[in-house]
């Protein structure tokens, strides 16, 4: 039977150093976090806090979903590391429009200058977010151990 002390020493060779990305890529971070945050958060919590009129339950999710992920990006800030995955986030639902949006309306020959308009938007997010996440650190952080099962770390 191993005693404590030598399964300690496993667990500590067993875990992979996770080295931080430079200083100047996570003050980059925290001006897209800060970005992000003030294009979103005065026109939803304005909605929010002083409403013109009443919102239908679609758009009142959707406008809250917005002030909240505004806040989130505020955190990010202050914790650029830590709130990785509201970029990943940004990323994620960006693509996914274009693919689930833009390229049917296209397909069908439905687009819209709204349609256009956000296009830009999201590709120049999609494009912003490639350059400025840390991917090494996504990689080591997040991705590497995903499927690696063990006993100690089941939750």
């Given at each position: 039977m191993e005693s404590l002390q030598n399964i300690g020493k496993k667990e500590l060779n067993n875990t992979v150093a996770v080295v931080n990305p430079p200083k100047w890529r996570l003050h980059i971070m925290r001006g897209l976090f800060f970005l992000n945050f003030i294009s979103l958060a005065f026109d939803n919590w304005a909605t929010i806090l002083f409403p013109i009129e009443q919102m239908d339950t679609l758009t009142g999710v959707?406008?809250?979903?917005?002030?909240?992920?505004?806040?989130?990006n505020l955190l990010g800030v202050?914790?650029?590391?830590?709130?990785?995955?509201?970029?990943?986030?940004?990323?994620?639902?960006?693509s996914a429009w274009i693919i689930g949006t833009y390229l049917p309306a296209l397909k069908n020959s439905?687009?819209?200058?709204?349609?256009?308009?956000f296009l830009r938007v999201c590709i120049a997010g999609i494009v912003l977010n490639?350059?400025?996440?840390?991917?090494?650190?996504?990689?080591?952080?997040?991705?590497?151990?995903?499927?690696?099962?063990?006993?100690?770390?089941r939750s």
């Open positions: 959707s406008i809250s979903f917005w002030a909240a992920f505004s806040l989130l202050r914790f650029p590391l830590k709130m990785i995955p509201i970029l990943l986030l940004q990323l994620l639902y960006k439905a687009l819209d200058t709204s349609l256009e308009s490639l350059l400025i996440i840390p991917w090494g650190y996504v990689y080591k952080y997040y991705l590497k151990g995903f499927f690696k099962l063990n006993q100690n770390n």
